[in-house]
């Protein structure tokens, strides 16, 4: 199993630092994080190392979005969210400061409860649409 010891999340998964756990299994750990974005903000991690989601193992990746579901339909059902934003950074360049894969799962409230995913459109426009879908399948 991989094992990072400088690595946080891997010192939360061996509980060698104390969390506020909400779910716990052999391989997936799920936990409040510290600094919450809104309340009951989660992280879903795999105790075992990896550094992001790209290099997780298809039938881990399966879990770990198995006990993200049930944790968002928690916040719905015992929090009262209204809504749930799940998501995972890859890389620094995409937010990632913890180098051990986690999801975020993130319950939302309203529109002042201060997280905000801007989705507006960019000035990429959609030129070359179907170049890069033919670049992204040859990667598939
Ligand atoms: P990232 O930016 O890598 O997607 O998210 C990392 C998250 O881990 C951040 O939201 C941060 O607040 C959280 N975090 C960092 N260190 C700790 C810790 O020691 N304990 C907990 N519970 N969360 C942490
Ligand atoms: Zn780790």
Redesign the pocket.
């Known amino acids: 199993m991989n094992y990072d010891e400088d690595c946080?999340f891997c010192k939360?998964g061996r509980k060698e630092?104390a969390?506020?756990k909400v779910y716990e299994d052999s391989e997936v750990l799920a936990?409040?994080?510290?600094?919450p974005?809104t309340k009951g903000?989660t992280?879903v991690i795999t105790k075992e190392h990896f550094s992001n989601f790209n290099e997780v193992p298809k039938n881990l990746i399966n879990k770990v979005f198995q006990v993200a579901q049930t944790v968002s339909q928690a916040a719905i059902m015992e929090l009262h969210a209204t809504g749930v934003n799940i998501l995972?950074?890859v890389n620094p360049s995409a937010?990632?400061?913890?180098m051990h894969f986690?999801v975020?799962v993130i319950p939302r409230y309203d529109n002042t409860d201060g997280f905000k995913l801007d989705f507006t459109p960019k000035a990429i426009g959609t030129r070359d649409m179907t170049n890069i879908a033919t670049m992204i399948k040859k990667g598939l």
């Open positions: 946080i939360i630092i969390s506020a936990f409040l994080d510290v600094n974005v903000h992280l995972t950074n937010g990632q400061s913890v986690h975020h």
